[in-house]
């Protein structure tokens, strides 16, 4: 089955600097990498997905690499601010037939600093 | 839209007990997810129903577990007997599959503590 790596477990930036969490994942088949933010209480939310028919996509200060060669793929936050504060998760699927599970990293605990 | 329904959102118990955890997915989706999630494991899938019919029951634990979606409003995850082991918050999510599109919706999970 599909492994997704993830790293750092936690990463703390200045407030104004860029966060880069990165993971890589394991089956070749795995066509669809969705990134969630959990904030404390609560259930996660998606903030970005990616698909492997790009290598980018960007959403105001967020943005996500693919590199299916590599099979690794990277958040970056620019401009952080501290309502980015929150565990990231980045997880991994088939889109088949039919809505498949996510393989999920075991999360990245960012910190802003103000 | 209320989003995704899980209940109780805390449930605490005692080890033996049988528990049961509530989900109603948004109106209109077509697949449902059971997901627990722990310090030292993460977010793990445990079961998905599509159409309400169990699709991949593979990272269910044990047979301890059992999981029923007995139409497109409603889903059930029951463990019976429980153990302290199985401490954790379990997350129930929903989607609409709709070709390349399949974003899941989370609940804000249940936290379940057996003493």
């Known amino acids: 089955g599909e492994n997704v790596e993830q790293h750092p477990s936690t990463l703390s930036v200045q407030e104004g600097d860029s966060a880069v969490i990165k993971c890589t994942y394991s089956d070749s088949a795995s066509n669809y990498f969705p990134w969630y933010k959990q904030e404390l209480g609560k259930g996660p939310q998606l903030i970005i997905d990616i698909r492997s028919n790009v290598g980018e996509k960007k959403d105001q200060r967020i943005a996500v690499t693919l590199n299916k060669t590599a099979k690794h793929f990277s958040l970056h936050i620019t401009e952080t601010q501290p309502e980015d504060s929150a565990v990231y998760f980045c997880a991994a699927s088939k889109i088949g037939g039919g809505a498949d599970g996510l393989t999920f990293g075991k999360g990245t605990h960012l910190i802003i600093q103000p | 839209d209320a989003g995704v329904i899980q209940s109780p959102r805390h449930e605490v118990t005692e080890m033996g007990q049988e528990v049961t955890l509530r989900c109603k997915p948004i109106?209109?989706?077509?697949?449902l997810f059971w997901y627990r999630q722990t310090m030292m494991r993460g977010l793990e899938l445990l079961i998905y129903f599509n159409n309400n019919v169990p699709i991949d029951d593979s990272g269910m634990p044990e047979d301890r577990f059992s999981a029923k979606m007995p139409n497109a409003s409603f889903s059930t995850l029951k463990i019976q007997p429980s153990e302290p082991r199985d401490s954790a918050v379990y997350f129930c999510a929903s989607s609409f599959e709709r070709g390349a599109y399949n974003e899941q919706f989370f609940g804000p999970g249940t936290r379940l503590t057996v003493l």
């Open positions: 109106s209109g989706h077509n697949s």
